[in-house]
């Protein structure tokens, strides 16, 4: 079983939409979530960080954490173009290892 | 300007020919890690540092060799690359395992 697992993608999305991104983590004891924003050809950027149950809400982001379930999910409100890329969930488990997802691709079409 | 600088960005290499591709962070960070990136494997963990002279395995050490003589630098060491090392590499650094880890641009090679 993978450490970190999320939907294949791709994802299309119309522009102004909700699009919904899952992730399923292994290690129950997990305690810091984030997901990455990947462009093509460049390097991972920080868009969230989860570390207890609920919502936490950052403009058009939102990232919903389950730790009952080991589910963490990231929303992209109203959609835009530049929000097409590949989003990567993120685990830090106990020994403050991180565990990256293989990524969901998003395309956002205008 | 608070980054992670990898070098080179870009390299085509053959089999067996030793390469070294340095990092370097400015950020006065601990905590350093090297991952290569393939498709559909997502990043995984090939070594990482949490101080100078301190390094561990990460998850695909094989074939890498890593040292952190300075706290700024970083260099990932293939010994005698083969193709399927061929990867696209990132290198990151961080000021402690709780806090948020920063990327370098990337090196993407190839190897013959």
């Known amino acids: 079983q993978k450490e970190v697992e999320q939907n294949s993608g791709p994802l299309s999305v119309p522009e102004g939409a909700i699009a919904s991104l899952n992730c399923t983590y292994s290690?129950?004891?997990?305690?810091?979530f984030f997901w990455y924003r990947q462009y093509s050809g460049k390097s991972p950027e920080l868009i969230m960080s989860?570390?207890?149950?609920g919502d936490k809400e950052d403009g058009r982001f939102t990232a919903q954490l389950n730790k009952a379930s080991q589910y963490v999910s990231l929303l992209i409100r109203d959609s835009q173009p530049s929000d097409s890329a590949t989003y990567l969930c993120?685990?830090?488990?106990?020994?403050?290892?991180?565990?990256f997802g293989a990524g969901t691709t998003v395309t956002v079409r205008a | 300007e608070a980054q992670v600088t990898q070098n080179p960005r870009y390299l085509i290499t053959v089999t067996g020919k030793k390469l070294t591709v340095t990092c370097s962070q400015n950020?006065?960070?601990?905590?350093m890690s090297w991952y290569r990136q393939d498709p559909g494997l997502g990043l995984r963990q090939i070594y990482y540092?949490?101080?100078?002279?301190?390094?561990d395995k990460g998850d695909v050490p094989e074939g890498y060799k890593v040292s952190r003589k300075e706290k700024r630098n970083f260099p990932l060491i293939l010994e005698s690359p083969s193709p399927n090392q061929t990867s696209l590499y990132f290198c990151?650094?961080?000021?402690?395992?709780?806090?948020?880890?920063?990327f370098g641009p990337g090196t993407r090679l190839l190897v013959l």
């Open positions: 990151a650094s961080r000021t402690s395992p709780m806090e948020t880890q920063y």
């Open positions: 290690d129950r004891v997990s305690q810091s």
């Open positions: 989860i570390y207890s149950n």
């Open positions: 993120a685990v830090r488990s106990r020994d403050y290892k991180l565990s």
């Open positions: 950020m006065n960070h601990e905590y």
């Open positions: 540092s949490m101080n100078v002279e301190v390094t």
